[in-house]
């Protein structure tokens, strides 16, 4: 229980903080959107090359290159989606706690995270020639450009709707 009046203290005073500094609230949205659009961005390439590898039959190392390449970057901008975010959401604990559109948001991170595992996972077992993982790139690309779209559109939607 202390650490709950504690940890509601320091948002408070974040919100605070964080209200009455036009800058904060700039750089905040900015790591956001920018940690978004480098792994949203990258994981969107890997992905199209991906498919466009599995649809010309073409089982080559580009698309495992691709999504080696990429994976750096993904991670890097989803730690800074998921700080910013942390600090976003601390500045209006009350508001997102109740925000249907925070949770389905939230699920669809959640989501876009663990596909990303299985799709990681998929590439290793083809490079080390454990078994035909080409099905599994193919529709953990496509649910990948379909969860990154739907996280977007939800994130745009929220700060507008709630």
């Keep these: 229980m202390m650490m709950t009046a504690a940890l509601r203290d320091l948002a408070t005073t974040w919100g605070s903080f ?3 500094h036009a800058t904060m ?3 905040i949205a ?6 978004l659009v480098a792994a949203g961005g ?3 390439m890997a992905d199209r090359e991906i498919l466009s590898t599995y649809r010309r039959r073409e089982q080559t190392g580009s698309a495992l290159l691709a999504v080696r390449k990429t994976h750096g970057v993904a991670l890097a901008g989803l730690a800074i989606v998921i700080a ?3 600090l976003l959401f601390a500045a209006d604990v009350d508001a997102y706690l109740v925000s249907r559109l925070f ?3 939230m699920a669809l991170v959640v989501a876009l995270m663990i596909n ?3 799709l990681t996972r998929a590439e290793r077992r083809i490079a080390s020639n454990i078994g035909d993982s080409w099905g599994t790139l193919q529709w953990t690309a496509i649910a990948s450009l379909s969860l990154w779209f739907l996280t977007t559109f939800i994130g745009t939607a929220l700060p507008n709707i709630g």
């Design 30 to 35: 900015f790591a956001h959107v920018g940690g």
């Design 42 to 44: 990258a994981s969107i």
């Design 84 to 86: 910013s975010g942390v």
């Design 25 to 27: 609230r700039t750089l």
């Design 103 to 105: 949770w389905i948001k």
């Design 116 to 118: 990303g595992a299985v």
């Design 18 to 20: 964080y209200a009455n």
